[in-house]
């Protein structure tokens, strides 16, 4: 019995140390994570920065709570990270590459289709070939996130509006995962979203302006 109770202690104790440990790692992602969101609605080349760090973090966060497609999501932003720099980058030389663009409601419309469809089929396989949790929300909010991180990487203005909406299915996630410090991330986010694409909208008509002068 004392071996027992030494070896439950050592598990609990075990635990508490992972959990803890996993606590502190996600705090530094949110710092970083909040970050990146802030100086993108400023239009700032260092979010890319801020964004490459909090998304390898969270690339190791959500592989151990088996969020998997959350996971390889992260390693997509990381990628994106350089891509949006990169572009960002040109945009300072170019005028014109810098500027906010809005897409129309078809070219939208056809977006959300197809990525609708992957999705499904993503979620359908990940259901029955994987462990992953919530396979079908899991693999739609990464879909989504996939083709809406290149949006704002070309600075399209609609990008915010996909963000409000994956951001919401996001929170449920989390909720359920435990990961509270994410959660109240992820309900700022859709505040920031919101003010993110009024602010990039008046962003666009001051260039619109300009051009025309």
Not at 81 to 105: I, M, P, R, T
Request: glycine share 6%.
């Amino acid at each position: 019995m004392t071996d027992f109770w030494a070896a439950l202690l050592n598990t609990i104790s075990g635990a508490l140390i992972e959990a803890n440990a996993l606590t502190a790692w996600e705090a530094v992602a949110v710092v970083l994570a909040a970050g990146y969101l802030v100086l993108a609605m400023k239009g700032s080349i260092w979010c890319w920065f801020a964004a490459f760090f909090s998304t390898a973090i969270y690339t190791a966060l959500f592989w151990k709570v088996s969020l998997l497609m959350e996971s390889v999501l992260n390693v997509y932003y990381m990628a994106m990270a350089v891509y949006g720099f990169q572009q960002w980058s040109k945009g300072k030389q170019d005028e014109l590459g810098s500027a906010v663009v809005s897409w129309s409601l078809t070219r939208h419309t056809q977006i959300i289709l197809v990525t609708a469809a992957i999705s499904g089929v993503v979620g359908y396989l990940m259901s029955n070939h994987t462990q992953a949790s919530y396979p079908y929300l899991d693999a739609a909010t990464t879909c989504f996130a996939v083709m809406t991180t290149y949006l704002v990487a070309k600075k399209v203005l609609e990008n915010w509006l996909y963000w409000v909406i994956i951001d919401l299915i996001s929170i449920y996630l989390y909720l359920q995962k435990g990961l509270m410090l994410t959660s109240l991330l992820f309900i700022l986010y859709v505040g920031m979203a919101i003010g993110g694409y009024f602010l990039w909208k008046t962003t666009m008509r001051e260039q619109s302006r300009a051009l025309s002068y």
